[in-house]
């Protein structure tokens, strides 16, 4: 019987700009920024998650991949047979390399191409795959609202799992979108649809596109803010959250706001603005005070962690404690969910394990709803 022909493509610095408030880590510069600032390269240990789902199969595997950071060095630690087609001229490699080696893997007739990155890297794949050829992210970037990205590294594994199985058949065609990353570390949000990609058609474990625009009905914001602002205690940590529901509060409270990055308050007053994930654990550490953590659910995907806001490391959210975490938002978003449950993606599968099953979001003044939480 032929053996199941993966192709893989990790792009070794996508979300690097995460965990030290870079807010992305498109351009040339912005890699060795984050580095500089002690992020960790997390791609490598998020297709890590991926492939482990797949051990059972490894007799029935070929993973075609690129050499070394490419591919090659994850593949290999966990003893996949595998096929290189393609070796990077330099280091550290580029967007470039990502995209010839997609045009390779193409060439070697893979069953699936799948690749760790963020939109930026869906934008680089889309740009060279054919319309026929089937694909999945496994979600590493900063940036992750295309709709071709499984919700978590380990779905992304256990939708291949599923394929080599023979259960799962169906396909369909999901939009690949991307921000201006300049833009977006303004405080700006300018999202634009960069084509589509033919993925496997697995709700549960493939994310929906991000949807953009802000709350529109203040009133239903104001009761959340309100319902916030009147439980906030003295001499307590306010880890504030991104988003557009979290900065209405921060209006209402009368407080500068980072609308994409994390904000600290105490009594009354932000003492530490667009906080890095080291930062901001160092600050928990320094002060030794209670805390809470206030975050809202990114819309039409239901995340809560891992979307855009790695400032809330799982050594922050451990340290905050998860019986400390306050969700808000607004029925009208939960409702868009139809029904699916909450997500975590936080980057350690125990956390997100952890943190799975139900918590009340607060929806209004003296108004709470019971959600669900799941990692995959």
């Known amino acids: 019987m032929r053996a199941f022909r993966l192709g893989l493509i990790i ?9 030290v408030a870079l807010k992305g880590s498109d351009g040339s ?24 789902q797949l051990l059972p199969f490894r007799s ?16 290999r630690s966990l003893g996949f047979q595998l096929e290189l087609v393609y070796k990077a001229n330099q280091q550290p490699t580029s967007a470039a390399d990502s995209r010839e080696l997609a045009r390779q893997l193409v060439a070697a007739q893979v069953d699936v191409l799948v690749f760790a990155g963020g939109d930026g890297t869906a934008r680089d794949v889309a740009a060279v795959v054919p319309e026929q050829q089937l694909v999945l ?11 071709v990205y499984a919700i978590s590294p380990s779905a992304a594994g256990k939708v291949i799992a599923e394929l ?13 979108m991307d921000i201006d990353e300049q833009a977006f570390r303004a405080g700006t949000v300018r999202a ?16 929906a596109v991000k949807m953009g625009g802000k709350e529109s009905d203040e009133l239903v914001l104001a009761d959340i803010a309100a319902e916030v602002i009147e439980s906030m205690q003295p001499d307590q940590l306010y880890v504030m959250g991104s988003g557009s529901t979290i900065a209405f509060i921060m209006a209402e409270l009368g407080l500068p706001n980072t609308l994409l990055g994390i904000d600290v308050v105490l009594n009354g007053a932000v003492i530490a603005a667009d906080v890095t994930a080291t930062q901001l654990l160092q600050l928990l550490q320094q002060r030794q005070l209670p805390a809470q953590l206030l975050v809202t659910v990114i819309g039409g995907q239901g995340h809560i962690f891992g979307r ?46 952890e943190l799975t099953g139900v918590i009340r979001v607060i929806t209004g003044y003296r108004d709470e709803v019971l959600v669900r939480i799941g990692s995959d």
Do not use: C, W
């Open 192 to 207: 634009r649809r960069y084509g589509e990609m033919l993925v496997p058609a697995e709700l549960r474990y493939v994310q």
């Open 308 to 353: 855009g806001n790695q400032q809330l490391s799982p050594a922050v959210i451990r340290t905050i404690g998860l019986s400390n975490i306050r969700v808000v938002a607004t029925k009208t978003k939960l409702q868009q969910l139809q029904q699916r449950p909450l997500l975590v993606d936080t980057g350690d599968p125990t956390l997100d394990d």
């Open 11 to 19: 792009n070794p610095y996508a979300g690097l700009g995460g965990t």
């Open 164 to 176: 080599m199985s023979g259960r799962l058949t169906s396909v369909l065609r999901a939009d690949v």
């Open 29 to 52: 510069d912005t890699a060795a920024r984050a580095l500089a600032l002690g992020a960790q390269p997390m791609a490598p240990l998020r297709v890590q998650q991926a492939l482990q």
């Open 137 to 147: 992210g496994i979600p590493a970037g900063v940036k992750i609202h295309s709709g």
């Open 60 to 75: 029935q595997l070929v993973l075609v991949t690129g050499a070394g950071e490419l591919g090659e060095s994850v593949a």
